[in-house]
């Protein structure tokens, strides 16, 4: 299993921007598709955004499409979404994980294999 601590969540007026942050511990990171998942209070946890092992594609929720950024920096062990223009529908405890096996994309909570244990962001009107 892949050990993943999350840091960079916090409060923030709509409009505004937050960057999240997922360290990972396994030396065989730059093999592993990377996700990230959001869990509101009273909801499923759900899909928000991907990275293939390589970095070079990228696959996002409608809800997020074109407000947030994936990306990886494989000699960090690290892999960061960038949150733009918030929502209030944006709040919500946000996880990184990483895919149940090698050369695999995690797009649905059951494809993870390890998860962080979340940080929460908050978006006020």
């Known amino acids: 299993q892949v050990r993943l601590v999350e840091s960079g969540g916090g409060l923030v007026q709509a409009g505004g921007s937050l960057r999240a942050s997922c360290a990972a511990s396994?030396?065989?990171?730059?093999?592993?598709?990377m996700g990230w998942f959001r869990q509101a209070p009273g909801k499923e946890r759900e899909f928000v955004a991907a990275i293939s092992w390589g970095g070079d594609s990228t696959y996002y929720a409608d809800s997020v499409k074109g407000r947030f950024t994936i990306s990886r920096d494989n000699a960090k062990n690290t892999v960061y979404l960038q949150m733009n223009s918030l929502q209030v529908e944006d709040t919500a405890v946000y996880y990184c994980g990483a895919s149940r096996g090698q050369f695999l994309i995690p797009h649905s909570p059951p494809t993870v294999g390890s998860w962080g244990q979340g940080t929460q962001v908050t978006v006020s009107s």
């Open positions: 396994e030396r065989t990171f730059s093999t592993y598709g």
